[in-house]
């Protein structure tokens, strides 16, 4: 079953904007990861933030994680065109060996 | 190199066919996945290889049968498929079986069951 709940479901900005996504998770986790998808394509490794740290940066990405409120956020800075896609958070939980997938969010960047 | 590859990109096939997917990747991961994803929806966990053995199995239906040849490649052999099988399938690969590394995905098989 999937643990990760995603928020917004959809997202639409202009290009040059900032978009934030929001993950919420259920158990204790090792880590939380992001992904990005473009359609039918597929994922690709944006960032890893471990559980004993706070916030995270890659290029324009910026990633927070809250442990005491099980969630995380993602967000893009200046965005572009090409940054549409699907966004899925993933948690690496620490009783397992799997990642479970939030449900995702769909960001289109407009030109 | 970092690329995760899969064959075939699009597969069409009726119910009674049988067919194969394959993955492959030659970064030394040992650990391997098969995921299948419907539209809009995330990637499902179907099975993971650790060493070459299957560790995970979703309880996914007997008409999926894995294999997992060598260290580098990953089988999905299909049998018997039903409609509501078509889907995205994708495989991934990480250093080892544990929540704690990073997936590297291929570009996944387009399926469709007719």
């Known amino acids: 079953s999937q643990q990760g709940e995603e928020d917004p479901q959809a997202l639409s900005i202009q290009e040059g904007e900032n978009a934030t996504m929001n993950c919420s998770y259920k158990?204790?986790?090792?880590?939380l990861q992001w992904y990005r998808q473009n359609s039918g394509r597929g994922l690709v490794h944006l960032i890893l933030i471990r559980s004993n740290e706070r916030e995270k940066h890659s290029g324009r990405l910026r990633v927070t994680l809250d442990t005491s409120k099980k969630s995380s956020s993602l967000l893009i800075t200046a965005s572009r065109a090409a940054d549409t896609a699907s966004y899925f958070c993933a948690t690496g939980e620490t009783s397992g060996s799997r990642l479970t997938f939030g449900e995702g969010t769909q960001l289109t960047v407009n030109p | 190199d970092t690329e995760v590859t899969q064959t075939p990109k699009h597969l069409v096939m009726g119910m009674t066919n049988k067919k194969s997917l394959k993955c492959e990747q030659h970064?030394?991961?040992?650990?391997m996945y098969w995921y299948k994803q419907k539209a809009k929806k995330p990637p499902e966990l179907m099975f993971v290889y650790s060493y070459e053995k299957l560790s995970i199995n979703e309880s996914v239906p007997s008409r999926f049968s894995p294999e997992c040849p060598n260290s580098s490649l990953l089988n999905l052999h299909l049998h018997a498929l039903q409609p509501e099988d078509s889907a995205l399938y994708l495989c991934?690969?990480?250093?080892?079986?544990?929540?704690?590394?990073?997936?590297?995905f291929g570009p996944g098989t387009r399926l469709t069951v007719t």
């Open positions: 970064m030394g991961h040992r650990a």
């Open positions: 991934a690969s990480s250093h080892r079986l544990a929540g704690d590394y990073e997936q590297y």
């Open positions: 158990t204790s986790i090792n880590n």
